[in-house]
């Protein structure tokens, strides 16, 4: 399966700048294939929902690193991916499972990758497992939080809704909310709180097919970065 742009463009040759009539976009390729340099900014999708990180306050005193410019690279990764997809002519299975990403230096340093320098994105193939696709892109993992930690179940209801055409049915208006201000609730692991709502009856039809999605992301924090223990207690 191929992503069809709407234009068949030929390799970019060194140093020469082409245009996408997909994206109506600019970018600057000084080699070609996976070296290409993107500089200028791809316009928006809105298949993604990712205007809606505008919505997501991160929480600065748990992420001291965090900042607003941090966040559009985060974004710029995402719409430089689809783009590279299109000008490349890969695989649109690279949006569930890909060895590459498109990264620059501020970005591979927030993700721990070494050897990219610079402000312009370019492809990188990843040697960390899991991080490849858009499930692996800090822009997807932060839509899923509350900014201060992530959300299984909103990563659940995302993934569910934007790449598997299968959005749940909303929750009933009666159903009644967790008394997550217990201490007891908060001991429990993030697979341990969402079993508490599987055992409740008015929640366990709709949470049996959203929680194994949520928890499967728990690998990662509101910020996208790897981590292997929640709240002190391993992942998973």
Same mark, same amino acid.
């Given at each position: 399966?191929?992503? *069809?742009? +709407?234009?068949?463009?030929?390799?970019?040759?060194? +140093?020469?700048?082409?245009?996408?009539?997909?994206?109506?976009? %600019?970018?600057?390729? $000084?080699?070609?294939?996976? %070296?290409?340099?993107?500089?200028?900014?791809?316009?928006?999708?809105?298949?993604? @929902?990712?205007?809606?990180?505008?919505?997501?306050?991160?929480?600065?005193?748990? %992420?001291?690193?965090?900042?607003?410019?941090?966040?559009?690279?985060?974004?710029?990764?995402?719409? %430089?991916?689809?783009?590279?997809?299109?000008?490349?002519?890969?695989?649109?299975?690279?949006?569930?499972?890909?060895?590459?990403?498109?990264?620059? *230096?501020?970005?591979?340093?927030?993700?721990?990758?070494?050897?990219?320098?610079?402000?312009?994105?370019?492809?990188?193939?990843?040697?960390?497992?899991?991080?490849? +696709?858009?499930?692996?892109?800090?822009?997807?993992?932060?839509?899923?939080?509350?900014?201060?930690?992530?959300?299984?179940?909103?990563?659940?209801?995302?993934?569910?809704?934007?790449?598997?055409?299968?959005?749940?049915?909303?929750? $009933?208006?009666?159903?009644?909310?967790?008394?997550?201000?217990?201490?007891?609730?908060?001991?429990?692991?993030?697979? *341990?709180?969402? *079993?508490?709502?599987?055992?409740?009856?008015?929640?366990?039809?709709?949470?049996?097919?959203?929680?194994?999605? +949520?928890?499967?992301?728990?690998?990662?924090?509101?910020?996208?970065?790897?981590?292997?223990?929640?709240?002190? @207690?391993?992942?998973?």
């Amino acid at each position: 399966m191929k992503i *069809e742009s +709407g234009c068949r463009l030929p390799p970019p040759q060194p +140093g020469q700048r082409t245009r996408c009539c997909a994206t109506t976009s %600019y970018q600057t390729a $000084p080699l070609s294939g996976r %070296y290409l340099l993107y500089h200028d900014p791809p316009s928006d999708g809105q298949w993604l @929902k990712l205007e809606n990180t505008d919505q997501i306050a991160i929480d600065r005193g748990t %992420y001291k690193g965090f900042t607003k410019d941090l966040k559009e690279e985060m974004l710029q990764e995402t719409r %430089y991916f689809f783009q590279h997809l299109i000008l490349t002519d890969r695989s649109a299975m690279n949006m569930l499972d890909s060895k590459f990403t498109m990264l620059n *230096e501020p970005l591979a340093r927030h993700y721990g990758v070494t050897g990219v320098t610079g402000q312009a994105y370019r492809e990188v193939t990843l040697k960390e497992e899991g991080r490849g +696709g858009l499930l692996g892109h800090a822009s997807v993992l932060m839509l899923g939080s509350t900014g201060r930690d992530s959300h299984p179940i909103r990563r659940a209801v995302w993934l569910r809704d934007r790449l598997l055409n299968d959005p749940p049915d909303p929750p $009933p208006a009666d159903v009644p909310d967790l008394d997550e201000s217990n201490p007891e609730f908060a001991r429990l692991s993030v697979r *341990e709180q969402l *079993e508490v709502h599987r055992n409740k009856e008015s929640c366990a039809s709709c949470h049996r097919g959203i929680d194994p999605w +949520g928890i499967a992301l728990e690998h990662y924090d509101a910020i996208g970065k790897f981590r292997t223990e929640v709240n002190s @207690k391993p992942v998973g």
